[in-house]
């Protein structure tokens, strides 16, 4: 597996309001860097204001660092012409919390999926709605949603049909920032059913997208993930195979964010070390 | 601080390009004040030719224009022809009735406009929503012009109150209370027509934002802990919908001078009105261009006062 | 003894905009005692939200309800009228909601805000007001309260702003909090701490709190007691150690089986995939003949399609609306 997108020491700050008369500036990135491979399965964890949202941006060449190097396919992006970064961006698809926002009200679901092929200039009218009752079918959703306007599904469904979109143009990241945060644990669960489905070892790596799940759900990142990245206060502070993260974290933060996440099924006997 | 000096700046540029651009169109319009003299045949060519040079109409643009802004640092503004007097005294005269117009109208338009449109958000679909749109529309389709010769009409032939001007001839001898009140007599029909006039745009407007902010997260929150439904609607709908209606109140300082000059042509009030009128169609350039630049102060002044008025209202905004 | 308040065969309906109706809630009854924490367990679409909102009549205009009562000390909220349940609201009976991002109003101060429930439920001074204010944010924030009661609210994090919508919540120090869902947009590590300050409070001022939510670990050393709902119906009800180790509903099991917890850590190796409840969530506008859960139930049985399941006893007190366990007359309670 080799380095698909690469981050090294990313800075990215921000100002803030004045609190009491005093201007701050918040340090959202303080020299990050991180290694996505092909076909990897990576998790961020981190508290609210640990920064991965703003990792999540930058590495989705949605916001720009401060300094820093970002490099795809070792191409260092600060250097790519614009037009080839237009080429370049639908590969790394970004998946927000909030998907309601994300998708214009007046289309239908088919128009939703259509419109990155459309904006592309792929494929025809015919192929299109083909394509589009297939990733809903991918995602979990009946072909009769493709008439369906967005505002009329549920939370779940709308997330269910932001992934579809997002993998419509076969990206070969796809970056999920919290979202799958607030969502019923059996749709939560479906959700990551079907990222793992594309991120099956059986899938040959030109056709698997790297996935990266940002969240704050540690039990969630652990069942999901490979490898597993905690984040605190803009820094990486531990890194690391999911196994020895769960069994044997050393960053204060790490264990903090352990302790909150539900270490067993409920009535569970205690088990000496699991 | 700082975001004032530099709005405080970008005004004055504001002005000084306002006025190069007033004396251009104004100085390049054909003719001059003294064309009507030049037809005159009792009045000789030397004698207008040297009026000109004396008052240095033969002279390039550029140089006239350095002449009136040596004359703007003076206090003066130029210099009337008609009038034969400075410019600026006989402005500021015309300014003062024309600001109490306008300030009286704008203050009067919105009391009444910001009930009227919160009470449609409030009922909106009710009857009052309804009968405040459908006068709204009505309103708004009536020209101001009209408006004014029709309550004009009205006065003329009812007599409750004087048709013109500001005053009634003989008031100066009378006590203060008498003055006062043959003010307000004489102003309340070019402030109605003014109030009249901008209630469509601006009952609009108020409806429309609080009726948003009615349906925001807060509003429900604050329900459920108890708040009286008339304080929801004035101490937590009103000021969170404020933001785009303290923009519209800067601009409509603005639109109501632009309607008040017209509307104190026809009902004669002594204002900037008429009296840029009246210089337009003479040529007295100077004149001209004052009434030109007193606008675009007053245009400038709403917005901004608009600006500062959001920055000391919202939290939010931050002066970067 | 009497309980605080008395949910009994509450029906709630929408209109749709096309027409038509959803069923949010049927024939829900509850009961909540004096001091009492109950939890309401359920997912999206259950009527978790309706039924929270319901029992301050604070719901959205195209709602109906079709018969039922709320009774609170002897008076049933929902024939009030609205001055009179305005006086209710925030003073004996509080009810919070999820998103704290748009709870609080955007230009007012954070300790102003709180001040208007005093303000809008006592006549006390201004003075005396001011006191009280401080008094709560010291409670709830224990050094730093005055800078925050001084912030606005988007110089404040969501915790924090989560914290004054509780204060403003106890400031009349009323009997009963009803939470909707809180935490939900929350980090755990900040959940913890809002479940922790709502700990002390029930504590501290005997406060009965009615929790609603779709996390079963936030209830675990929390509630006294949990109430599951699925399609706008009571399934099942219970102490919360019984309800969460050993449920007795087939959509308690198979909900609460979804949860991943770090001991079920794939690792990658194992690629097994998180248990799903299988098909969707039940179209709420339908009239269901037989039980909601039947067609995604793996114990289904003929019966289920049938008729809807009446309660029985499920031991320890608890009860559960399921045919495998029997059924018995009139579980009137």
């Not at chain 1, 009752?133 to 072909?143: D, I, K, Q, S, T």
């Not at chain 2, 009536?142 to 004087?162: E, H």
């Not at chain 3, 008094?135 to 925050?148: C, K, M, P, T, V």
Request: charged share 20%; glycine share 8%; net charge neutral.
């Amino acid at each position: 597996m080799d380095a698909l997108l690469c981050a090294e020491n990313l800075v990215k700050q921000y100002s803030s309001g004045k609190i009491a008369g005093v201007r701050g500036t918040v340090r959202a990135l303080d020299g990050v860097s991180l290694t996505i491979e092909s076909g990897a399965r990576l998790a961020i964890v981190g508290a609210s204001g640990s920064g991965k949202s703003t990792l999540a941006l930058c590495l989705a060449c949605v916001e720009k660092p401060d300094s820093g190097l970002l490099r795809f396919e070792n191409r260092d992006l600060s250097q790519v012409p614009s037009r080839e970064l237009r080429g370049i961006r639908p590969q790394i698809q970004l998946v927000f919390q909030d998907s309601a926002s994300a998708f214009n009200p007046r289309f239908t679901v088919q128009q939703v999926l259509e419109e990155p092929w459309i904006l592309q200039k792929k494929l025809t009218a015919r192929e299109r709605r083909d394509e589009a009752e297939r990733l809903l079918l991918r995602v979990g959703l009946p072909a009769t949603f493709l008439s369906r306007m967005t505002l009329e599904m549920s939370g779940g469904q709308r997330q269910r049909l932001a992934v579809a979109r997002a993998l419509a143009l076969g990206p070969k990241v796809l970056i999920l920032d919290e979202a799958l945060s607030a969502l019923d644990y059996s749709v939560q669960a479906q959700i990551a059913n079907l990222l793992m489905d594309a991120t099956d070892a059986a899938i040959p790596i030109a056709e698997r997208p790297a996935v990266v799940l940002i969240t704050h759900d540690f039990a969630m990142a652990a069942r999901f993930a490979n490898e597993i990245v905690v984040m605190e206060r803009g820094r990486i502070v531990e890194r690391g195979p999911t196994k020895k993260i769960v069994e044997a974290p050393e960053h204060s933060q790490t264990r903090e964010l352990l302790a909150c996440a539900p270490a067993r099924a409920f009535g569970a006997p205690d088990r000496a070390a699991f | 601080m700082r975001y004032l000096a530099r709005r405080l700046a970008h005004a004055l540029l504001l002005l000084g390009g306002a006025s190069v651009l007033a004396f251009l169109f104004t100085a390049l319009a054909p003719g001059n004040y003294f064309d009507e003299m030049r037809l005159n045949p009792q009045i000789s060519q030397e004698t207008v030719a040297a009026l000109k040079a004396h008052y240095d109409l033969d002279k390039p643009l550029a140089a006239r224009y350095a002449v009136w802004l040596k004359s703007l640092a003076h206090g003066e503004m130029g210099y009337s022809f008609a009038y034969n007097s400075p410019v600026a005294p006989l402005l500021w005269v015309r300014v003062r009735n024309t600001l109490l117009l306008t300030m009286t109208a704008t203050l009067l338009a919105w009391c009444i406009a910001l009930p009227l449109g919160v009470l449609s958000a409030e009922y909106s679909g009710r009857w009052m929503d309804r009968l405040v749109t459908g006068a709204s529309a009505i309103l708004l389709v009536i020209p101001d012009i009209a408006l004014a010769l029709g309550f004009l009409m009205v006065v003329v032939r009812t007599r409750w109150l004087p048709a013109g001007g500001m005053v009634s001839a003989g008031a100066e001898g009378l006590p203060i209370a008498a003055q006062l009140w043959d003010l307000l007599r004489h102003m309340f029909l070019p402030v109605a027509i003014l109030v009249l006039s901008a209630q469509p745009l601006l009952v609009r407007h108020v409806r429309s934002a609080v009726a948003e902010t009615l349906g925001e997260g807060f509003m429900r929150a604050a329900e459920a802990h108890g708040i009286s439904k008339k304080r929801l609607l004035w101490r937590y709908a009103l000021p969170a919908a404020a933001n785009p209606l303290i923009s519209l109140f800067g601009f409509s300082i603005g639109a109501l001078l632009s309607g008040s000059l017209l509307i104190e042509i026809v009902t004669s009030w002594p204002g900037v009105g008429p009296f840029l009128l009246e210089a337009i169609l003479a040529r007295d350039l100077f004149v001209v261009i004052g009434g030109v630049l007193f606008s675009t102060v007053f245009l400038i002044a709403g917005n901004l006062i608009a600006d500062v008025l959001l920055l000391w209202a919202d939290p939010r905004i931050q002066t970067e | 003894m009497e309980p605080l308040l008395d949910v009994q065969a509450l029906n709630v309906r929408y209109h749709q905009q096309g027409g038509g109706h959803v069923f949010a809630l049927r024939d829900v009854c509850l009961q909540i005692g004096a001091g009492e924490v109950v939890g309401v367990l359920g997912e999206s679409g259950s009527g978790k939200s309706t039924l929270a909102a319901a029992m301050l009549a604070i719901l959205p205009p195209n709602a109906t309800i079709d018969g039922g009562a709320v009774v609170w000390q002897g008076t049933n909220l929902l024939k009030l009228t609205s001055e009179e349940i305005e006086r209710l609201r925030g003073n004996r009976v509080s009810l919070i909601f999820q998103e704290p991002a748009t709870a609080l109003h955007p230009t007012m101060r954070a300790g102003a805000q709180i001040e208007e429930v005093l303000r809008a439920h006592s006549n006390e001074s201004k003075e005396a007001r001011r006191q009280k204010v401080q008094e709560l944010l010291e409670l709830i924030f224990a050094d730093d309260g005055q800078r925050i009661g001084a912030a606005y609210p988007h110089q404040l994090s969501g915790g924090q702003r989560q914290r004054i919508v509780i204060a403003q919540a106890i400031a009349c120090n009323p009997g009963l909090l009803i939470a909707d869902e809180p935490t939900a947009s929350l980090d755990p590590v900040t959940q913890r701490e809002i479940i922790g300050v709502l700990k002390a409070l029930r504590q501290k001022r005997d406060l009965a709190i009615l929790f609603v939510t779709h996390s079963a670990e936030l209830l675990e050393n929390f509630a006294d007691r949990i109430v599951v709902m699925y399609a706008g119906r009571i399934i099942e009800e219970g102490g919360t150690q019984e309800v969460l180790r050993s449920p007795k509903h087939p959509y308690t099991q198979a909900m609460l089986n979804c949860r991943p917890t770090l001991e079920r850590s794939g690792a990658g190796q194992s690629d097994s995939r998180i248990p799903v409840i299988p098909g969707d969530a039940p179209e709420m506008s339908l009239d269901f003949a037989g039980c909601a859960f039947e067609s995604r139930c793996g114990e289904r049985m003929k019966i289920c399609g049938e008729r809807m399941p009446q309660f029985s006893e499920s031991g320890n007190g608890g009860r559960v609306r399921c045919f495998k366990f029997g059924e018995q007359e009139s579980m009137g309670r």
